[in-house]
């Protein structure tokens, strides 16, 4: 990342990493797949080693949505009272489908933060 940044013109990260891009030039791929990070952009060449997003997008979508599917699953079950199977036709989808796709904007989001804030691992001052 000693890169020189002034050859691209500053990105949003929150686009760029909504829409996969690259957090340098805002145009290369960032995911080879789903959710695979690439090595390098192939559009300026920048190496993604520096991206770990680790756990943290995965939590947040846990609890997005778990909140959002949960909620609306007892909402339908007071409501409407429905059998059985039609929860599992309606909420098994929408949990997986609505957390693969947020699970991959998050991703995109945090690696694009972390290239943006300069982010590294943890450091001890010992002098």
Same mark, same amino acid.
């Given at each position: 990342m000693d890169e020189d940044k002034a050859l691209y013109p500053p990105v949003d990260p929150f686009s760029a990493g909504a829409r996969g891009r690259c957090p340098r030039c805002g145009e290369g791929k960032l995911f080879d797949g789903l959710l695979k990070v690439r090595?390098?952009?192939?559009?300026?060449?920048?190496?993604?080693?520096?991206?770990?997003?680790?756990?943290?997008?995965? *939590? %947040? *979508?846990?609890?997005?949505?778990? %909140?959002?599917?949960?909620?609306?699953?007892?909402?339908?079950?007071?409501?409407y009272n429905p059998p059985l199977w039609v929860h599992f036709l309606l909420w098994i989808p929408l949990v997986i489908g609505l957390g693969l796709w947020l699970t991959r904007v998050l991703k995109g989001l945090l690696i694009t933060l972390q290239y943006r804030n300069n982010a590294r691992p943890g450091e001890i001052d010992r002098g």
């Open positions: 090595p390098a952009c192939t559009n300026c060449g920048l190496d993604y080693s520096f991206a770990d997003s680790g756990d943290g997008p995965v *939590v %947040f *979508v846990l609890l997005i949505v778990g %909140f959002v599917v949960v909620g609306a699953a007892l909402w339908m079950e007071v409501n």
